[in-house]
């Protein structure tokens, strides 16, 4: 899972995998013919419509803003809201860090921008890349800025 773009060499680009947007579409989909199907039954049928455009409206916004996170010398540029941008100098930049959190069997890891005035979580799904090491190449380019 490596969907990051070296732009050129000092810009770096973090993206949802092609692929997952065209899974969510197909689970969409399924799921709009198992409510087809479903027509007797009023409350799964309800289920699986809210299922098929939650899924749909996922996958819709990994296709209009597919990169979540984008770095140069100058800024970070992050997804705001379902699919707009925001782009960061550096010295509003306060904290790059990874919060990992561990419940009964499962690890999750995120990767947080805090901002003077917002906090921007991504995970490993929304960077195709491991969230430490998109964590270490955001703290490498913040630190060339501030030279």
Do not use: C
């Not at 060499?9 to 197909?26: F, H, I, S, T």
């Not at 790059?96 to 005035?117: A, G, K, Q, S």
């Amino acid at each position: 899972m490596d969907a990051v773009d070296e732009v050129n060499g000092a810009e770096r680009r973090w993206r949802v995998p092609p692929a997952q947007p065209v899974v969510k579409a197909v689970a969409a989909v399924a799921f709009a013919v198992v409510a087809a199907a479903s027509l007797d039954d009023p409350p799964f049928l309800l289920l699986a419509l809210v299922a098929a455009g939650g899924l749909a409206a996922l996958a819709l916004r990994d296709a209009i803003a597919p990169v979540r996170v984008a770095a140069d010398d100058e800024a970070v540029t992050v997804v705001s809201g379902y699919a707009g941008r925001r782009r960061v100098p550096w010295p509003s930049v306060r904290e790059i860090r990874v919060d990992e959190r561990r419940r009964l069997l499962h690890r999750t890891r995120l990767l947080e921008i805090e901002t003077d005035d917002d906090l921007y979580l991504f995970s490993a799904f929304d960077l195709g890349a491991d969230v430490r090491d998109a964590a270490g190449e955001l703290e490498r380019l913040r630190a060339r800025a501030d030279r």
